[in-house]
């Protein structure tokens, strides 16, 4: 599977962007596809998931963007988006899409979880 994430850039506190992580090789619809970020100097960290339709493409948030970020999934052009509004300053980081073929009925929140990666954009909020 081949990803490719886009859609960073710089904005104020309080803006929005749209991520957009469109694969190759693997419907995105027939498997898990999550963002996660990195911000300099600390690990990376989960954001968001949706699952395969089969699963009801149910969708899952870490604590800190919940209410102000949506994952969705387009499956005609078999890319999913990560919305994201109200940004803060503590959102800067690279975002990374990623997926895999792992079926969990639980959370899916480790990097360890995923076995395929994008290669990362840069997202930069102002205060």
């Known amino acids: 599977v081949q990803l490719q994430a886009s859609g960073g850039g710089s904005v104020q506190a309080g803006g929005s962007l749209r991520l957009s992580c469109a694969a190759s090789g693997r419907t995105l619809s027939r498997i898990t596809t999550g963002w996660f970020r990195q911000a300099p100097g600390k690990e990376r960290e989960y954001v968001a998931d949706?699952?395969?339709?089969?699963?009801?493409?149910?969708?899952h948030y870490a604590d800190s963007v919940k209410g102000r970020f949506t994952i969705s999934r387009d499956n005609a052009k078999n890319t999913v988006y990560l919305q994201m509004n109200s940004l803060k300053f503590e959102d800067t980081a690279v975002y990374y899409c990623?997926?895999?073929?792992?079926?969990?009925?639980?959370?899916?929140?480790?990097?360890?979880?995923?076995?395929?990666w994008g290669q990362g954009t840069q997202v930069t909020v102002s205060s």
């Open positions: 990623s997926a895999t073929d792992r079926h969990l009925a639980g959370l899916m929140i480790r990097a360890d979880d995923y076995t395929y």
């Open positions: 949706i699952r395969r339709s089969g699963s009801g493409g149910t969708t």
